[in-house]
C-alpha cells in the first residue's frame, strides 16, 4: 500500500505542502513558497491567481519529488476561504485578479442588505452579510469586469475560491467542497446546494459555479512524475485546522492563535443558529454525514504582540513576550483591548479602538507585556462564552494551534480564564495535518475510528481552581471593552 499523502495548505501568504507518511503519522518533507498581495485601492486586496498556480505547482512537485510519484496515494487540499477567482473555462487562465477575503470593496453594498434580505441570507447560510464572503466579490466582476460579463454571456465562464480553481487546474473538474461552498453566502448549509434565491438578489447565475460535493469526496486525478495521483479530501483552511487537532465529537473546540485569533467549536450534526454574533459553517463531511461548527474570531492576536516588537519596541522577538509575562505576578491593574481594527465577534464594531488603562506610575513594561497576552485569552474566553450559551453544549476541551500557541504563558492563562484543559499538540500545522488525514480517510487508507491517534499531544494545560480570581480579572477587562466600544 502506498503510505504516502501530500497535504496542500494554500494560504493567503504562502502556499504550503507536506509530505505525510501515513504509518508513521509524521511529515518527512515540506515546502513553501511566499504569495505576494496588491493593494490597487485604499481596502482592496487582490491576487495574481496564476502565481498562486505557479507556486502550487512548485511546491506539490517537490514533494512529489522527495517520495517518488509511485509512492504517492493522494493529494489532498486545504486553502485560504471566501477569496474569490474568475477564469475562462477553455483555457484555465484568470480573466481578473482574485479578490482576496480581506477586501472591503463591496462593504457598501452589503452594507445596504436590507434587514429582510439579511435574515435570509443568515437563515440560510449561517453568516451575517459583510463584504468579508464571496458573493459580493463575485456580483462585483460581473458588473465591473467586461471579460468575465462577455465570457459569463457566452457560457464560458468559471467563478469559485480558491480551491476550485486549483482543482480545475490540476484535474479539468470544476468542483468546490461544502465547507468552502459554505463561505460564498450562496449556500443554503442544511440542503448542501445553492440557493437559487440568494443567487438571484446577487445576481450570479448557477452554471458559473462549481458543483459542492462532500469535503472527503474523489476530486478527479492529477499528474506528477509520469504517474495519475488523485485529489482526495478537501476543506477550507479553519475546518483543516479542526479536523487535524482532531475535534470530532459535539463539543470540542479549537483556537488558532495567528494574526487574529479564530474559534471553532464542534456541534455534531446540528446546524446551530447564533444570537451573539457568530457564525454557523459546516465543519466537515466524513462517511456521508456532515458536521457543523460555531465560528468566532477576533480581529487582532499575534498581531498585538507584534506592536509590542515594531510598533512600542519593548520586546525583540514574540518569544520574549513570555519572559516578560511570567516576570510579574500579575498585570498591576493594567487593561488592554486589542481593537486596532475594531472588534470582532461578538461586539462586532469596527469603530472601537485598541485601549490601554490602569497606568500608574509603578506599570513596566512587563505588566504591559503581560496585559496584552491575557488580552488573547479575554477575546477567546468571549467567543467561548457566546458558543456555549447559544448551542447548549459544554465546551470539553480546547485544542490549540498557530504562532502563539508556543508561548506556554498563554496557553496556560487561557485554561485559567476558560475554567478548562488546554491541549497543545506536538505538530503545530494542524491546517496541514487536517487536510492530511482527511485525504487518507477518503482513500481508504485510514479509518475513522484510527484518526485520533494521529495527532499526539505535546502538553496539557490544566485550569487553576481559583475560579473567583480569573472571573475578577475577565470582569475588569469586560470593563475596559466597554469603554474601546464608546472610543472614551
Known sequence: MKRYVIALDEGTTSVRAGVYDVEKGIFIHRAQQEVGQSYPKSGWVEQDANEI????????????????????????????????????????????PAIVWQCRRTGKFCASISAEMRKKIKDKTGLLPDAYFSASKIKWNLENIPEAKKLQEEGRLCVGTVESFIIFRLTGRFLTDYTNASRTMLFDIRKMQWDQELCTFFGIPLDILP??????????????????????????????????????????????YGTGLFMLFHTGEKCIFSDSGLLTTVGYTLNGKTYYAL??????????VQWLRDGLGIIKSSEESEEFACSVSDTGGVSFVPAFTGLGAPHWNSEARGLLTGISRGTTRAHIIRAVLESIAFSARDLADCMIRDSGICLREIKCDGGASANSFLMQFQADVLGIAVNRPKERESTLLGVALLSAASLGILAPEDLADKRISEKIFVPSLERKKYEELYANYLLAIKRALLNE
Open 295 to 304: 465560528e468566532g474570531s477576533a480581529f487582532n492576536a499575534g498581531s498585538a
Open 53 to 96: 498556480y505557479y507556486k502550487v505547482m512548485y511546491v506539490l512537485n517537490d514533494c512529489v519529488q522527495s517520495v517518488g510519484a509511485g509512492n504517492v496515494a493522494g493529494i489532498g487540499i486545504a486553502n485560504q476561504r471566501e477569496t474569490v477567482v474568475c477564469w475562462n473555462r477553455e483555457t484555465g487562465e484568470p480573466v481578473c
Open 211 to 256: 458543483e459542492p460535493v462532500p469535503s472527503d469526496a474523489r476530486f478527479g486525478t492529477t499528474r506528477f512524475g509520469g504517474k495519475e495521483i488523485p485529489v482526495a479530501g478537501v476543506l477550507g483552511d479553519q475546518q483543516a485546522a479542526l479536523f487535524g487537532q482532531v475535534c470530532h465529537r459535539e463539543g470540542e473546540g479549537k483556537i488558532t
